[in-house]
């Protein structure tokens, strides 16, 4: 079982509608972080969570320590948000070994 | 400001051939740098870490090797590429676990 699961795995919605993308772990964390990865590859960090709620712009991400969930939400959505989306955690603990990631949510917003 | 630099973008290389991707920091003193890759249809997958130069951690076995012989450049070589080396591979750099993650452009490797 992986340790970061997300779902849908794609999703294809209308411009304009409300998009949630969801991420579980059943790990123990230091933060949870959603990225952004366009068609070339690149990847832009968007929210690094460890508790409640963050917002920016269109984007909202919200984290349940108790529950081990996480929720990417896009309102009002645009073609130009179409992209991977990346769920990736940082274990708890000391250290400096990187990311774990989700395999990704990919988004097609439909004009 | 903080910047990471990746080259090349794009790579095609025979089976068999030497490998060497470049990332270099700026902006920063002692960052945490990562290498990681995507192979198709796959999650991202970390290869090597370094907290520091000459320091490196290993998180797969595999035909790859890293190194950190500055503070701010991270280095991944292979002596000889296998098919299943292709994929895209990113660079990163972080100051810590609580800290956030900037990322290079990526390098998409295929092998022929």
Redesign the interface.
């Known amino acids: 079982k992986?340790e970061v699961e997300q779902s849908p795995q794609n999703l294809t919605a209308q411009e304009g509608e409300f998009i949630t993308i969801n991420c579980s772990y059943s790990v123990g964390i230091?933060?949870l972080?959603w990225?952004q990865q366009h068609p070339?590859?690149?990847?832009?960090?968007l929210f690094?969570l460890?508790s409640g709620k963050k917002k920016h712009g269109r984007l909202i991400a919200t984290i349940n320590i108790q529950e081990k969930h996480s929720s990417l939400h896009i309102t009002a959505s645009h073609p130009r948000d179409s992209a991977v989306y990346?769920c990736?955690v940082?274990?708890s603990g000391?250290?400096?070994?990187?990311?774990?990631?989700?395999?990704?949510t990919h988004l097609i917003i439909q004009p | 400001s903080q910047t990471i630099h990746q080259w090349p973008a794009t790579l095609v290389q025979p089976v068999g051939s030497p490998l060497s991707l470049e990332c270099t920091v700026e902006g920063t003193s002692n960052p945490n740098l990562y290498w990681y890759r995507q192979a198709a249809g796959r999650g991202l997958q970390l290869l090597f870490y370094s907290v520091g130069i000459g320091q490196i951690s290993s998180e797969v076995p595999q035909n790859l090797s890293a190194s950190r012989p500055q503070d701010r450049q991270f280095i991944l070589s292979s002596k000889k590429l296998l098919l299943s080396d292709s994929g895209f591979y990113l660079c990163a750099w972080s100051v810590g676990r609580r800290y956030g993650y900037t990322f290079g452009s990526g390098t998409r490797l295929t092998v022929v």
């Not at chain 1, 070339?40 to 960090?45: A, L, N, T």
């Not at chain 1, 000391?94 to 990704?104: I, P, Q, S």
């Open positions: 992986n230091s933060a972080h990225l070339g590859g690149g990847i832009v960090s690094m460890s990346i990736a940082s274990l000391g250290g400096a070994d990187g990311l774990t990631f989700g395999k990704g």
